[in-house]
């Protein structure tokens, strides 16, 4: 089976400028008003990655730990820290298969560290899919094997998830129309703010994504512009842009609209239309827009 990447593009680099901007955060010291970050590395003395492992298994359409505690968890990342000043620490993985690894928290203690990686999202589809991660100015990776779940959860019970069908986002364009798979829908906090993003991709491995920041505080029925709050793109397989609409890209607005949310199923419907900027920088429309997802 070909292994799915999600490509981060510049436009999705933007959201995470705007909506994680807490993940770069550090402790201070009241005293001092001193960056009090950790400092190290994830080599071991001779220069290599440190072997990070994984605990519990994975399965595709399942989600890791299901409505588990984190303190009895069973499906986590073990990733080794060489610490060589003691402070904050952010470790969060790149996104692979609809799914990322996080931690955040304070080493007390300078040598091997072990931390342990959370689980986000859910497993779109088997196979083995590699993670990066970086502390400080370091960076590893390692591989993680998702089980072929065949459509049941363990249990017996059918694994629906919208997220994997090939119109779960579509939108036309004066270039035609373009619909795909879902490869992550979440929420996340960032500088007192609750933000959704939703990423995805289409047969021809072209990147799609939308978000903004929710001004209520949670997923509410309403719209919400790129002009001001949103985030809208489309990449091509080379990260190239086709369209983009966000704060940055004046005179141009594409207005995001939730229309429904269950709180249950988690499952999230919305709409999408405007205008956007190509590549040139020309105004093109954009019409039908239309999604649904269920947000992990």
Request: aromatic share 10%; hydrophobic share 35%; net charge neutral.
């Amino acid at each position: 089976m070909k292994k799915r990447i999600v490509i981060i593009s510049p436009f999705v680099a933007l959201l995470v400028l705007l909506f994680i901007l807490d993940a770069c955060k550090k402790e201070y010291s009241v005293e001092t008003g001193v960056s009090l970050a950790a400092q190290g590395s994830l080599y071991d003395s001779l220069g290599n990655c440190m072997a990070d492992s994984t605990v519990g298994t994975f399965y595709n359409g399942v989600i890791p730990n299901g409505s588990l505690a984190q303190a009895n968890d069973t499906a986590y990342v073990l990733a080794k820290v060489n610490v060589t000043v003691a402070g904050s620490y952010n470790i969060t993985s790149t996104i692979q298969n609809g799914m990322y690894f996080s931690d955040s928290g304070y080493f007390t203690s300078t040598g091997i560290n072990t931390v342990k990686l959370y689980p986000v999202g859910t497993p779109i589809i088997p196979g083995t899919f590699n993670y990066s991660i970086t502390f400080d100015s370091t960076t590893c990776s390692f591989a993680l094997v998702t089980k072929d779940s065949t459509g049941r959860n363990g249990g017996g019970t059918v694994v629906t998830d919208p997220n994997t069908s090939d119109t779960a986002w579509k939108f036309t364009s004066p270039a035609g129309t373009f619909h795909g798979t879902i490869d992550s829908a979440y929420t996340f906090d960032s500088l007192g703010t609750k933000n959704l993003a939703i990423i995805g991709r289409n047969t021809g491995d072209s990147t799609f994504f939308a978000g903004g920041i929710l001004a209520s505080g949670s997923i509410v029925t309403g719209t919400y512009n790129t002009s001001s709050l949103a985030v809208f793109g489309f990449n091509d397989v080379a990260n190239n842009t086709i369209y983009a609409a966000n704060p940055r890209t004046a005179g141009v607005n594409t207005a995001i609209t939730i229309t429904s949310y269950n709180t249950t199923t988690k499952v999230l419907t919305g709409t999408f239309t405007g205008n956007a900027l190509d590549a040139l920088g020309n105004k093109v429309n954009v019409t039908l827009g239309s999604f649904t997802v269920r947000v992990h």
